[in-house]
Structures are given as structure tokens and as C-alpha cells.
């Protein structure tokens, strides 16, 4: 599953660092769950007619069990439906009782059942949603006219059971044939083919093929005015579903599916085991993308493509496919016994999709920009409230809240990157080979994995990984050098937990796999699994990467001298070590540790290397100061500076794009221009402005990478009139993609009046139904100049703004929240309002959210001082 990634979030229930689920080989009887594990399903036989104008359904089920232990009792999960005609082998039973607060049904039986195979079969009423859980209908606009309706599902984690009644957690495994009646001019997709299909009058009864063994969350079911366009490759078809009349802008997906399945079958040794895989674009609310097998659903926007798409929209939609179809493995083919181990699922399509994105687009340089999510992630992480990958789980209901986009997601994926690189890519591939063959079509562990790895030849796999996944944070890593009278070069590493703030209270170690490299040469891997270890390290004089490759989930401080020597080296150095030191040392500045003058050396010495990763690092660093310094004396003092460290970096790339430009080049041109423009560059100002002026003229006469940085710039800068322009260009948007670009740009008016002219106008219905999930995002944008009317507006209208985040709500409050608002609302009034309204299980959210708070509030004054003495 994919969710939304503006919105940082993390974890209810802390680990318990020795969980026993969490290190065993997976096991029916050992898997955590509320379901008995007397009776499980075997096939499901699912008969379903929805009203999707009364958004009710009504279905027959019928469910072959295997009874393990003799019980009278059966217990599975339901909500929101009611059975009748309940069967057992036929025979009516004593008593059923539904209880939708537990979303259990449990069935008595007149006598009890002998172990062995049996039937339950049952009539019930159930409910069609209109958010994205369950079975729901959505509602969009086709053609900017009339209002259309289509059906979807979204089942992860635990809303299979609001369609059909189910054993709905992971490790019950079984078959599903799915039958459905809709309208006949309906296009109607599942996971597996259509078997048959029967039209009587205006309705039509399709039924898919049964599926192979699977868990009831990756049941799909869409239906609607849907078009298509296919391909076969390699025995497998191949579909991109959209809203009739946008299924050609699928073209560029459909082409992605097939190169990326060719690689996947390579890399796991495993052939995809269904006969088709479709993708399809559902308008509206469903935010993210879910692994379905053999049909994965996207929100449209992240999977179609048109004339007005960027290329970082090109790169999301291969990127997020590349996700999505990691999971037709790493979830679908092999599962997570328990939600404790999701990550087993999230961290490897991560990692997995990031490798193939940077594989087939070498000029898009992916793993250096995805620095920044390693960033966001060691940010998360270094908080004294953080929580480890693996998390105990101890109720499925709270099992969304184990999707964590900073730790399961980006943190799990930087460790597994560590891991290859440490354990070499083909032991490595090997184990995952062995992994996927061993558990093919059954569930595994953390275990199974690392037994895998071990058994392929990565002997220390199990220990060195555990340390990772198994506890929260990472380590900070001391590095002092000794050098003897020949100028042979001695390491004193000595390694302890980084924290935000502060200095961390208990003993905590890791097996670090570290890369040095020294001077030119190829970095080697040292394996530091002592408090404090020494090693060779060529001759003082030889500048040195302790994170070479910036591969590594940990940060790294150097002695004085040697950061010295780096920092006078720092233009000989790769470009990724030269991120690793960027990163490392603005994380040292922003905790306290080291001054800032040791950060903008480093910045200052970055010379005429272009590197994408590397500006972006420094760029973001400097609009952390700007922010800091906002109605402070210093304030312009700053901006200058920072202008002119940006400022020859567009002196040699210029405005206008070059023919033959790589896309990052093109996109590290647009970060320098939008930086400038947001430091007061007049000259940028100006170009912006006459470049806008040209675009209101012909709208083709700025591509559309070009538009978000330009419209920014103008709207920041806008008077009543130029608002008014940039009013009118949004209204008249052709499509949702120029809508979202367009109305993002709109909300960042600086001028306070206009802003509230601004807010009116996203709060209005100008935003369609299917884009009400932007009105969050331009509201919380908002926030960047103008807290007090943004936190006002949110209070006002949250109920409203957060209604398409159905899944990602209590998390985003108690935790995303008070990350936006930290410098406008007095930290009490924050902390007082997010927790009355989250539930009271979310309280280590709001702590994490809290803890970034305060270290925000603190940092603010130390960089604001920090930077006025530089200047000085
Ligand atoms: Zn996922």
C-alpha cells in the first residue's frame, strides 16, 4: 500500500524489543490475531449485488472450513451486515450473533463439528461506504459535466469484512470466486479474469476465476464506465484501467507494467503466478495505491499520464507502479504472518522499487534523490519517541497505524539498501530467492527472512539486521584519527545513539556496516559491532568518507582535523559522500552539536559541482535558517547570503532549459530559481513575472515542469490584480492535474489579505469532489506565512478537510499536525487541542509530534543566533 507522502506519521504501540512473534518462523497456531484457529476458511464462493444509488448490497456466501480442533463455535469477522439463512453442512445453526463494535460474528452450531472439511453457508445485507474502505462508490465529474459513479474497494488492513464476512487477518489464506450483478453497460475488474459472464436485461452477472490461496485483503472489485488499453507480454495480460475517455493517458503505466514484471521475474527467481495484471485508475478519494493481486488500484493522478504531466509526475507513476508490483511478491506471494511485521511487506517494496526506478532511468539519478526520504526518516527516527520497523501490533484494528511512512516505509527501505550493500547484491538476491521459494503462496517472519539470508550465505545477516529492524534509532558514529610519524592514518570509531536533543540515557549498540573510503579509492566495508573499535585508514593527508556512497542509516561526526581536511577536499569528493557530509554535519548543526560555520564551510565548497541531491540538501538548509530568521533582525542579512550562495548556480544554468539536459539538471535549475524567487532575487522576480505574463498569453509557452516555480514566485509576490490573474488561470484548469498545480500556487500569497481570499476560495466547491483531498494540503500550505489564519481555518473546518484522509486521519493529527503549526501556536494550545481530538491510543503519536515541536521551537532560536554571529 501506498500512502500519502506530505504527511509525516508514525506509531501507536511501542515494540517490545523481544516480541517471540516477531523473531519464530511463521506458524498457523503462533500467529498472533483475535480469530480462533479451531476453524479456518479454505474458498470462499462470494455472490454479491450492490445498489449503488441506496449504497446497500445483498450476497450469499458460501465457505468450505477446515475444523482443526472439534468446536461448536465458529468465529469470524463482519461490520455493518447482517446474516440470515445461516447453514453449517446445510443444516440451519443454533444461534448467530453479529457484533459490529468487536466486528465479529459468531455462529453456534446445534452439535459440535468433527474436525475435518465442512461448509458454512449464509444470505446477509451489507453497506456500500463512500469513503475508500471497504466496498465504496465514487462519485466524480466526467468531462467537467455531469456527475458519474463507479465502485472500488480497499481492503487493507481490515475492511474486507465490510463486503463479505470473512476470517480477515493475514494468515488466513484461501481461495476466492467473486460473483457480481451491476449494470450491463458496466465494465466490471477483479483480480483474476472474467469466467463468465451473463447479461439479463439491464443487468449483467460476470464471475471472476478463482484466485489462488491469498489473505481477504487483497480482494479487488471495481466496476463502472471504465475504458481500457492492453498488452501481452511474456504470457501475462497486461491492462491500464481509467474513466472512459482517459484510459490513453494509462500509455506511458502500461508500458512501465511490462518492463518492470520482466525484471521482477528475473530478480525473485519466481515467476508472477496470474494470468493478467491490470492497473486501475480510481478518481477521487482513494489517496495512495494498494497492491491487489492481478489488480492493483491507484488514485488517477499517480497513475495516468497527460500532456500537462512533469516529469516528477513521470517519475511518481513508474516509481509507485514499481511499489506497488514489489508487493505481487513481497505481500501477495509470500505474506506477513502479522501486521507486527508489515514492514516485511512496505520496507521491501520500498527498497525494491526505488532499485528497479533507478535501474531503468539511470539520467533521473533516483537513490540520490531518494537522500531526501532517508532525511525525513533519520529525522523521525531521532527522536527520543521514535519506534522500531518491527512493532508489536496486538489488535488487527490498530493495524493501519503499523503504516509508518518515515520508518516502515523510507527508514526500512534505507536499511535494506545498507544490508545489500553490506551482504554483497547477489548473496543477497540469493536469500530473497530462497525466501520467495521456501513461503510462495503461505506467510512468513522477520525470521523466515533472515534464515533465507543466512542459508544463501550471508552468514551474519540474522544479527547484523535484527539491530536495525528490532529497535528504534540509529547510531552516531565518532570518528577520531590518529596519525604516527609516518602519516600512516588509525580510526577510533566509538558509536551511540543520535538523538534530536540530548544525550541518549541507555545503552544502546548496533552491528554498523560502515564503507570507508579514503583519498580516490573504492570505499571497503568494516563491520563496527564494538562500543569502540580501531582500524587503518591510509594517511592523514588523504581526505576520508566513513558513510561512503551515502549508504548508511547512521550519521557520522569527524574530529576537527579531519573535517578540516574533508571540508578543504570537500570539491575531490564523490558526489554521494559529499552528500553523506552535508547531511551528517547539517544534522550536527541542527542538534547542537557542532557549529553552524561547519555546515556553510561545506556549502561554500561545493564550487561547480551541480549535483541535484547535494543543492537540494543545501537549499533546504538555508530555507530552515530564512524560516528561522523570519522577524528577526538578521532576517535580510540572511536572505542576501543565502542568494549569494545560490546565485552561481543559476549564472551557469541559466532560465531557460537546454536541449540534451538530464531531467535532474532541469530540476535542480527549477530548485534554484524557486529559492531565489522565495529569497528575494529581483532579477528572478522579475523573469518570473514576464514569463507569467507570456504564459497568460499562451499557456504553451511554459512547460509544464516550469509552471509550479513560476506561478509560486508570482503568487508570492501578487498584488490584488496579479491574484486575480492567478485566480482565473486555476479556474479554468483543463484537467485535475493543471487544477492541483494551479491552486497549490495560489496559496502562496504573502500578501495577508489575499491569503484570506485565498483560503475562502479552496474552502469553496471550486475544488471538485474528486480533488477535496488538495484542500488539506493548500490549507496546511498556508501555514508557511500565515499560521494563525491557517490554524484558524483548520479548526474550523478539520472534520471537512480531513474526511478524504479516512484511513490516515488520527495520524495525521496527532502527528503531522503539530509539525505544521509549530512556530505560529503557543506549543500548550497545540499540544491540548491535538490530543482532545485524536483517540487516546494515538498518545505516542501526539508525543512524537510534540517532541519535533519543541526541538523546532528550540532550533529556531539556536540557528537564528547561530546565523547572526556568522554574519557579523
Ligand atoms: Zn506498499
Not at 517471540?20 to 511463521?26: D, Q, S
Not at 463486503?163 to 489464506?173: L, N, S, V
Not at 450483478?181 to 451473463?198: D, E, F, G, L, Q
Not at 479516512?806 to 512556530?823: D, K, R, T
Request: proline share 5%.
Amino acid at each position: 500500500m501506498r500512502i500519502t507522502k506530505f504527511l509525516a506519521s508514525s506509531l501507536i504501540v511501542p515494540l517490545l524489543a523481544a516480541s517471540p512473534a516477531i523473531a519464530a518462523p511463521f506458524s498457523v497456531e503462533q500467529v498472533p490475531g483475535r480469530l480462533p484457529k479451531d476453524v479456518v476458511p479454505i474458498s470462499y464462493e462470494i455472490a454479491i449485488v450492490p445498489d449503488s444509488r441506496a449504497l446497500t448490497l445483498t450476497g450469499r456466501e458460501s465457505i468450505r472450513v477446515e475444523v482443526r480442533h472439534a468446536t461448536a463455535t465458529l468465529q469470524f469477522n463482519s461490520l455493518n451486515e447482517t446474516l440470515h439463512d445461516v447453514r453449517f453442512d446445510g443444516k440451519a445453526v443454533k444461534q448467530v450473533v453479529s457484533n459490529d463494535a468487536e466486528q465479529l460474528t459468531t455462529v453456534t452450531l446445534r452439535e459440535p463439528a468433527r474436525t475435518g472439511t465442512h461448509t458454512l453457508s449464509f444470505a446477509y445485507d451489507g453497506k456500500i461506504e463512500t469513503d475508500p474502505h471497504g466496498l465504496f462508490a465514487q462519485t466524480y465529474a466526467t468531462r467537467g459535466e455531469a456527475k458519474d459513479l463507479l465502485l472500488s474497494t480497499q481492503m487493507e488492513a481490515t475492511d474486507a469484512r465490510r463486503m463479505f464476512p470473512c476470517w480477515d487477518e493475514p494468515a488466513f489464506r484461501a481461495t476466492f470466486d467473486l460473483t457480481v450483478t451491476v449494470p450491463a453497460a458496466w465494465a466490471t475488474i477483479s483480480n483474476m479474469p472474467v469466467a463468465k459472464r451473463v447479461v439479463h436485461g439491464a443487468l449483467a452477472t460476470t464471475t471472476f476465476a478463482r484466485t489462488p490461496n491469498m489473505p481477504s485483503y487483497l480482494v479487488e472489485f471495481t466496476a463502472g464506465d471504465l475504458g481500457k488499453i492492453s498488452a501481452t507480454a511474456d504470457g501475462v495480460k497486461f491492462g491500464v484501467w481509467a474513466v472512459s475517455g482517459s484510459e490513453k493517458d494509462g500509455a506511458t503505466a502500461l508500458a512501465n507494467a511490462q518492463t518492470i514484471l520482466g525484471d521482477y521475474n528475473a530478480y525473485f527467481g519466481y515467476r508472477y503466478p496470474l494470468p493478467k495484471l491490470d492497473s486501475i485508475a480510481v478518481p477521487g478519494g482513494f489517496q495512495g495505491a494498494m497492491e491487489n493481486w492481478g489488480a492493483i488500484t491507484y488514485n488517477d493522478q499517480t497513475l495516468l499520464l497527460s500532456s500537462s504531466s512533469t516529469v516528477a509526475s513521470r517519475q511518481e507513476v513508474f516509481s509507485i507502479q514499481a511499489h506497488e508490483m514489489a508487493h505481487q511478491w513481497n505481500g501477495d506471494l509470500v505474506t506477513m504472518g502479522w501486521w507486527d511485521d508489515i514492514w516485511l511487506n512496505e520496507s521491501f517494496a520500498s527498497w525494491m522499487a526505488a532499485k528497479e526506478t533507478d535501474l531503468r532511468n539511470p539520467d533521473w539519478k533516483w537513490w540520490e534523490g531518494q537522500d531526501a526520504d532517508k532525511e525525513d526518516a533519520m529525522s523521525a527516527d531521532a527522536r527520543a519517541s521514535s519506534h522500531a520497523i518491527q512493532q508489536h501490533v496486538t489488535d488487527e484494528l490498530q493495524a493501519l497505524n503499523a503504516f509508518d511512512p518515515e520508518i516502515t516505509y523510507s527508514k526500512g527501505q534505507a536499511i535494506l539498501r545498507m544490508l545489500e550493500a553490506y551482504l554483497g547484491p547477489d548473496n543477497f538476491r540469493a536469500g530473497i530467492r530462497e525466501y520467495m521459494q521456501k513461503h510462495a503462496f503461505s506467510n512468513a517472519t522477520t525470521g523466515d527472512l533472515w534464515e533465507a539470508l543466512n542459508a544463501a550465505g550471508a552468514k551474519d545477516a540474522s544479527v547484523i539486521a535484527a539491530d536495525w529492524t528490532g529497535q528504534a534509532g540509529f547510531p552516531l558514529v565518532d570518528v577520531a584519527a590518529q596519525c604516527d610519524a609516518a602519516g600512516a592514518r588509525t580510526l577510533t570509531l566509538t558509536q551511540r545513539r543520535f538523538l534530536l536533543r540530548g544525550v541518549d540515557q541507555e545503552h544502546h549498540h548496533w552491528h554498523i556496516p560502515l564503507q570507508i573510503r579514503v583519498g580516490g579509492a573504492a570505499p571497503h566495508p568494516l563491520l563496527l559491532n564494538e562500543d569502540r573499535q580501531t582500524t587503518a585508514a591510509g594517511r592523514c593527508d588523504e581526505p576520508l568518507s566513513v558513510n561512503a556512497g551515502a549508504l548508511g542509516f547512521y550519521r557520522t561526526r569527524y574530529d576537527a582535523a579531519t573535517l578540516a581536511l574533508d571540508t578543504q577536499n570537500f570539491g575531490r569528493l564523490p558526489d554521494t559522500d559529499k552528500i553523506a557530509l552535508l547531511d551528517d554535519q547539517w544534522a550536527l548543526v541542527e542538534s547542537g552539536v557542532d557549529p553552524l560555520p561547519t555546515y556553510l564551510a561545506l556549502a561554500a565548497s561545493m564550487g561547480s559541482d551541480l549535483d541535484t541531491r547535494a543543492w537540494s540538501q543545501i537549499a533546504e538548509a538555508l530555507r530552515t535558517i530564512e524560516f528561522a530568521e523570519r522577524g528577526s533582525a538578521g532576517h535580510e542579512a540572511f536572505s542576501a547570503y543565502a542568494r549569494s550562495l545560490l546565485r552561481p548556480v543559476y549564472e551557469r544554468l541559466g532560465w531557460d532549459a537546454r536541449a540534451g539536459e538530464t531531467p535532474d539538471v532541469q530540476e535542480l535549475r527549477r530548485t534554484v530559481i524557486r529559492d531565489l524567487g522565495s529569497f528575494g532575487d529581483q532579477s528572478i522576480i522579475d523573469a518570473a513575472r514576464k514569463s507569467f505574463a507570456a504564459f497568460l498569453l499562451n499557456h504553451d509557452s511554459l512547460s509544464p515542469d516550469y509552471q509550479a516555480p513560476v506561478l509560486r514566485i508570482v503568487a508570492q509576490y501578487a498584488d490584488a490584480a496579479t491574484f486575480e490573474s492567478l485566480h482565473a488561470v486555476a479556474r479554468a484548469a483543463k484537467d485535475e492535474t493543471e487544477l492541483r498545480r494551479y491552486y497549490t500556487a495560489l496559496v502562496a500569497v504573502r500578501d495577508p489579505e489575499l491569503a484570506r481570499q485565498a483560503a475562502q476560495i479552496v474552502l469553496s466547491p471550486e475544488i471538485p469532489a474528486q480533488a477535496a483531498a488538495l484542500r488539506l494540503q493548500l490549507i496546511v500550505a498556508l501555514a508557511g506565512r500565515h499560521q494563525q489564519l491557517s490554524w484558524q481555518l483548520f479548526r474550523e473546518h478539520h472534520e471537512q478537510l480531513l474526511k478524504p484522509f479516512v484511513m490516515e486521519a488520527p495520524i495525521l493529527v496527532a502527528q503531522y499536525l503539530p509539525e505544521a503549526y509549530w512556530s505560529g501556536v503557543p506549543t500548550d494550545e497545540l499540544d491540548a487541542w491535538v490530543r482532545a481530538n485524536v483517540p487516546q491510543e494515538m498518545t505516542s503519536n501526539v508525543d512524537r509530534g510534540m517532541e519535533t515541536v519543541r526541538f523546532r521551537v528550540a532550533e529556531k532560536a539556536l540557528l537564528t543566533q547561530a546565523a547572526d554571529r556568522y554574519l557579523r
